[in-house]
């Protein structure tokens, strides 16, 4: 059974950082491509950004170029979102997805979701 388990969520102040973790368990996940969306309330979700399985191609999203990061350790089975500048609109309940074909913004390229963390930016 596979699960994915999102934590780090909470309130920040605009500005601020915050990072989120995704630990994956009952699949090879070095061989997932891994992905963070995000969904605001009244919102479609949306793609934030991904990385390959070795982690050495990365994708963002044009609203988080500069300020998010992605990353991952596939020894502890784990994806990462640190987040930095953090501004009001990023406020979003955030998930990650893993994909064993594909990747980028479609949701559908995506086998497996985790339950979701919220992040609240105040301003």
């Known amino acids: 059974q596979v699960q994915l388990v999102e934590s780090g969520g909470g309130l920040v102040q605009a500005g601020g950082s915050l990072r989120l973790s995704c630990a994956a368990s009952?699949?090879?996940?070095?061989?997932?491509?891994m992905a963070w969306f995000r969904q605001a309330p009244r919102n479609e979700r949306e793609f934030v950004g991904g990385?390959?399985?070795?982690?050495?191609?990365?994708s963002y999203a044009d609203s988080v170029k500069g300020r998010f990061t992605i990353s991952r350790d596939n020894a502890k089975n784990t994806v990462y979102l640190q987040m930095t500048s953090l501004k009001v609109e990023d406020t979003a309940v955030y998930y990650c997805?893993?994909?064993?074909?594909?990747?980028?913004?479609?949701?559908?390229?995506?086998?497996?979701w985790g339950q979701g963390t919220q992040v609240t930016v105040s301003s």
């Open positions: 009952g699949l090879t996940f070095n061989t997932y491509n």
């Open positions: 997805a893993a994909a064993r074909m594909g990747w980028g913004p479609d949701r559908k390229n995506y086998d497996y």
């Open positions: 990385l390959s399985p070795t982690g050495s191609r990365t």
